[in-house]
């Protein structure tokens, strides 16, 4: 069973960054395509960015482009999700998702594995 932990979450006003930091098991991890999700109470699972195994393309969401950079250490078995310039509306519970494939999926169903979530509150 992979194991992933986020971890970077917390309090920042608008117009702040943060990092997200996402780490498994170092011998699945390259197998892996990882993604980041968010999900705000009361709302669907919405898609925030993924990126390939191979660390070659990366994908955002509409909620993302421009302001969140997604990124991969392999031989540090963990997927980053930067984000700058956050707004209120951007508070929600960030997962980090991981599936065994060359590719991506923008859809949450596409998934294999999911992190516990970590909490990211913006404040106006």
């Known amino acids: 069973q992979v194991q992933l932990v986020e971890s970077g979450g917390g309090l920042v006003q608008a117009g702040g960054s943060l990092r997200l930091s996402c780490t498994t098991d170092?011998?699945?991890?390259?197998?892996?395509?990882m993604g980041w999700f968010r999900q705000a109470p009361g709302r669907e699972r919405e898609f925030v960015a993924a990126?390939?195994?191979?660390?070659?393309?990366?994908y955002y969401g509409e909620c993302a482009k421009g302001r969140f950079t997604i990124s991969r250490d392999n031989a540090q078995n963990t997927v980053y999700l930067q984000m700058s310039s956050l707004e209120p509306e951007d508070t929600a519970v960030y997962y980090c998702?991981?599936?065994?494939?060359?590719?991506?999926?923008?859809?949450?169903?596409?998934?294999?594995?999911w992190g516990q979530g970590t909490q990211v509150t913006v404040s106006s």
């Open positions: 990126i390939t195994r191979n660390d070659d393309h990366a």
């Open positions: 170092g011998r699945f991890f390259s197998r892996l395509a």
């Open positions: 998702a991981g599936r065994l494939s060359i590719f991506v999926e923008t859809k949450s169903t596409g998934y294999d594995y």
